[in-house]
């Protein structure tokens, strides 16, 4: 039986924050811990030959991914950017709550990430976004370095089969997750591996709690 091999990565860290106020996500660049995340997962996939590198175009996806496939001409699809949120639009009050439960259990089409985008309308552009990248059979592995976010509806609809977004499937910085795909459908074979830390012993907080302790701390 013939399947087809996706190496799924969330983008190495970046700094959301600056001088207690957040920064728009779409120029923040790579920290420097985050280019050395990246670069341990490109030796993890050393010897990988990649047919095909897709980003979201952002440029922490395009500095990610040009760390881990140096050799690979990237390409930018922005339908598989993150899910965009309306931090301003948060009232104070709900900050702590908003942030720290966006991801939590089995996340409803109708929520709103961080009071903008929902997920649903998420769902709405990745689904045909992967349905192109599938229907091109020129291609055997792909390296797809896209967001947390557009990461957690592509590896639940893997394993559900159906538009279900499971929040709790955590994606650290530079993480990577190996899906397989071929007629008979989706294998996945791991989730969240972060070859700079395989045990995880670096932490128990999610993504989110992170983000919000940085953002308290600013």
Known sequence: MSRRRIYLMRHAEVAYF?????LHPHGVPLTAAGREQAE???RALAG??????????LPRTLETAAIVAPAAEPESWPDLRELEGRFGEIPPEELERTYVGAFDGVVPEDTRFLGGETIGSLFDRVMPALERLLADASWDIALAV???GVNRAIISY????RRMFLGNLEQA???IDVLDVG???WIVRAVNVTPYDLTHLRGRAT????LWSHFRST
């Open 18 to 22: 600056a001088e207690g106020r957040p």
């Open 40 to 42: 341990a997962s490109a």
């Open 48 to 57: 990988v030959e990649f047919d095909r590198v897709v980003t979201s175009g």
């Open 146 to 148: 896209l967001h947390g």
């Open 158 to 161: 893997a394993l559900t089969g």
């Open 173 to 175: 910085p530079a993480c």
């Open 183 to 185: 007629d008979s459908g």
């Open 207 to 210: 993504t989110m709690e992170e």
